[in-house]
T-cell receptor, first 112, second 116 residues
């Protein structure tokens, strides 16, 4: 079982729609959860982080965490073509000594 | 503030050759990480420096890989001799001093290594 699992996609949504990206993790002791965005050929860039159960909103982005289900999601409202990128879910936990563990990423295409 | 810098951006070498990748972290960032992404797979941890000390090298594939961070500034990752399976994108990331469960990583743009 992979430590952090994501659907590789691609996920295609029309401009203006809500994009929903999902992630599950295996280490129940995980503490912190991150979403990095990576444009093609560029470096991953942190866009959201969440530590507690529930929702966290930042502009058009909402991160959701459910520790009981070991599930993290990222919602992008009013999706724009410029949101087209690979979104990487990342987790920090006790297992492995607080290393940041990444999922393989979900490719998102927002169609104009 | 300058970001994390890596070079070369691309390297194409033949099997058996040596390649050295370099990473300059953000100034003041004590933590420096090397990660690797093989096509279609997740970004995998290779090793972690705190200043000049190796804290965790559990992700290094084998002894053909050697990482250094002399003086606690820039780091190099040498692959010698390179094998076909070493191909991928090598990312460097850095973070501020201290470390905990809220660590936020700043990535370089990566080195695309192709071993032919």
């Amino acid at each position: 079982q992979k430590e952090v699992e994501q659907n590789s996609g691609p996920l295609s949504v029309p401009e203006g729609a809500i994009a929903s990206l999902n992630c599950t993790y295996s280490d129940r002791g995980s503490q912190s959860f991150f979403w990095y965005r990576q444009y093609s050929g560029k470096s991953p860039e942190l866009i959201m982080f969440i530590y507690s159960n529930g929702d966290k909103e930042d502009g058009r982005f909402t991160a959701q965490l459910n520790k009981a289900s070991q599930y993290v999601s990222l919602l992008i409202r009013d999706s724009q073509p410029s949101d087209s990128a690979t979104y990487l879910c990342a987790v920090i936990g006790f297992t492995g000594g607080f290393k940041t563990i990444f999922g393989a990423g979900t490719r998102l295409f927002v169609k104009a | 503030e300058a970001g994390v810098t890596q070079f070369p951006s691309h390297s194409v070498i033949e099997k058996g050759q040596t390649v050295t990748l370099r990473c300059d972290p953000i100034s003041g960032h004590d933590n420096l990480y090397w990660y690797r992404r093989v096509m279609g797979k997740e970004i995998k941890f290779l090793l972690h420096f705190v200043k000049e000390s190796k804290q965790d090298e559990s992700g290094m594939p084998n002894n053909r890989f050697l990482a250094e961070r002399t003086g606690g500034t820039y780091s190099t990752l040498k692959v010698q001799p390179a094998e076909l399976e070493d191909s991928g994108v090598y990312f460097c990331a850095s973070s501020r001093p201290g470390r905990g469960t809220n660590e936020k990583l700043f990535f370089g743009s990566g080195t695309q290594l192709s071993v032919l």
